[in-house]
């Protein structure tokens, strides 16, 4: 390595530098005592000033050589950090491999932050990153939970920051029920969607037009306040407490994007159960209402220090087909909003278990396009729950990658299921 090489060539010099400056010390302190006429003796003698001056200098050298190794091992890790190649990260144990941090329990498995980079929560999938093949292929016997970086660029067109009241009906009455934000999702609507959609501040359920709004983060006055769902399911006291929950984490998620420049999406639908949710290949986590996906995504990863998962946002879908389209991993990058057909499981009227056909992979994630529509954290009008990216009874061009719809989030779906993301602090 270049850097290495440098910074190993400036240490030797260093070491010379400060070898030569002694040495003509010490001449010059010998030459100055012969011309003051002290006997030469008294000067290098067993117990004399040379004697005591070369074993100050043998100390010093010790001491040189001690600090030199730690200032060496400092160096080294610098130029790996510099360079991708993994380094504590500033006082936790998240590492940093090609760019990318690494939350703490999660292991690099391969890939590259262009083409997407993929790491687990099982130590068994580790690999070394080698900066020379950063196209590193991913195992595809990979164990753990696994999850792929998206990169976004401009953190900052993705979310607006401002003051919006949540949803007053579904959180009370009264200045003292009242949740508020300052920051919520600008969320990009295509024109092509199957419904009209508007994206709105939260708190807003429909336009003077007349038309539904979809925003996040919200509370829906139709289903949240239902016992039986905020409490029972989501396990909050009240639907105020929810939504309080809601925006919090939501400020954690778009304050952890705008830090890193990116999060981390899960490589698959949501597979394993409500119980033992994972983000593994396997069959399609279905047959559940919103409310208990939403659970089920937030215990993906639970007992980390720095990382938490949760359903996937809005404007998480957003940013990765943003994304995808500006790798061009397809050769015609409007299929990702018009047509997906190509790398979607459309049309053959049955899901497929996630990840079982590698034709259906988008830089290392799985199933974006088709098989199931995905529930995200997106409300719509009073009463929905928006999904998104079409599923198999559709065609991919009628519901393409980037597509929505909406869904009722109190009703299980045999054709819908949802993903999870991590946000780090």
């Known amino acids: 390595m270049e850097n290495g090489k440098t910074s190993l060539n400036i240490r030797k010099l260093k070491k010379q530098v400060k070898g030569i400056t002694l040495i003509a010390l010490v001449v010059t302190i010998i030459v100055l005592l012969i011309l003051a006429g002290i006997a030469l003796n008294l000067t290098i003698g067993q117990n004399g000033i040379f004697s005591r001056a070369q074993t100050a200098a043998n100390t010093w050298r010790n001491a040189e050589s001690n600090e030199q190794l730690a200032m060496g091992e400092l160096e080294d890790w610098m130029d790996g950090y510099m360079n991708g190649n993994g380094g504590n990260q500033g006082g936790d144990n998240t590492t940093v491999v090609d760019d990318v941090t690494i939350p703490d329990g999660f292991y690099y498995a391969g890939g590259s932050k262009d083409t997407g980079l993929v790491i687990s929560d099982d130590p068994n999938d580790e690999i070394e990153w080698n900066e020379e093949t950063s196209t590193n292929a991913v195992p595809n016997d990979l164990e753990g939970n696994q999850f792929v970086w998206v990169p976004v660029a401009n953190p900052e067109n993705y979310f607006i920051d401002a003051t919006a009241t949540l949803n007053t009906n579904a959180t009370g009455t009264g200045k003292e029920k009242e949740v508020t934000t300052n920051v919520y999702s600008n969320l990009t609507i295509r024109s092509g969607d199957q419904s009209k959609y508007t994206a709105g501040a939260p708190g807003t359920e429909k336009t003077e037009e007349e038309n539904a709004v979809t925003r996040e983060p919200d509370v829906l006055s139709g289903y949240d306040t239902d016992e039986q769902y905020y409490e029972k399911i989501l396990e909050f006291d009240s639907p105020k407490e929810m939504a309080e929950s809601f925006v919090a984490e939501y400020k954690a998620m778009s304050n952890s994007i705008k830090k890193y420049n990116g999060f981390y999406i899960g490589r ?81 009227s049955s899901k497929i278990d996630t990840g079982s056909n590698t ?24 009463n929905s729950r928006v999904v998104r990216g079409g599923n198999y009874f559709d065609s991919g061009s009628y519901s393409p990658a980037s597509g929505r719809y909406y869904r009722y989030p109190n009703l299980s779906y045999s054709s819908s299921s949802s993903r999870a993301t991590l946000y780090m602090s």
């Not at 593994?280 to 919103?290: F, R, V, Y």
Request: net charge negative; glycine share 8%; hydrophobic share 30%.
């Open 268 to 348: 698959y639908e949501l597979s394993g159960s409500v119980e033992d949710p994972t983000e593994e290949a396997g069959a399609s986590l279905t047959n559940q209402n919103w409310y208990n996906l939403y659970k089920a995504c937030q215990n993906v990863v639970t007992g980390k220090e720095n990382v938490k998962s949760t359903m996937i946002y809005g404007v998480q879908w957003d940013a990765t087909m943003d994304w995808l389209k500006a790798t061009k991993f397809q050769a015609d990058p409007s299929k990702v909003d018009t047509d997906s057909s190509s790398w979607g499981n459309y049309g053959s």
């Open 359 to 382: 034709t259906y992979e988008a830089n290392g994630i799985f199933d974006l396009a088709g098989n199931c529509w995905e529930w995200t954290q997106e409300a719509y009008s009073t």
